[in-house]
Nanobody
Framework: EVQLVESGGGSVQAGGSLRLSCQAS????????MAWYRQAPGNECELVSI???????SYGDSVKGRFTTSRDNAKDTVYLHMDSLKSEDTAVYYC??????????WGQGTVVRVSP
């Protein structure tokens, strides 16, 4: 089955760091574009980062300079390394894959809470 499983969320104080992981299975990960989204209570779902299959990246304005995404095709895993965390980064973080042919897959999400 096609599946994405996020991990690495938790609670951290402002200024701290976390690394999220997203393990993919059931499809050709190396040929897929990967993205991270987040949604905080009362907010719209927000694009955090994009990692294309060729390795190019882009980031949402609110996280530029603080977050870095990377991928390990040998492990079918995409990462989101978050530094200098702020309380406004508190959200559920979702991993998503664009598998081609307009087919998208979403993970279940992992909670990040940043305390001031």
């Amino acid at each position: 089955e096609v599946q994405l499983v996020e991990s690495g969320g938790g609670s951290v104080q402002a200024g701290g760091s976390l690394r999220l992981s997203c393990q993919a299975s059931g499809f050709n990960f190396a040929d897929s574009d990967m993205a991270w989204y987040r949604q905080a209570p009362g907010n719209e779902c927000e694009l955090v980062s994009i990692m294309l299959s060729d390795g190019t990246t882009s980031y949402g304005d609110s996280v530029k300079g603080r977050f870095t995404t990377s991928r390990d095709n040998a492990k079918d895993t995409v990462y989101l390394h978050m530094d200098s965390l702020k309380s406004e980064d508190t959200a559920v973080y979702y991993c998503a894959a664009r598998r081609g042919l307009g087919l998208d897959t979403w993970g279940q999400g992992t909670v990040v809470r940043v305390s001031p």
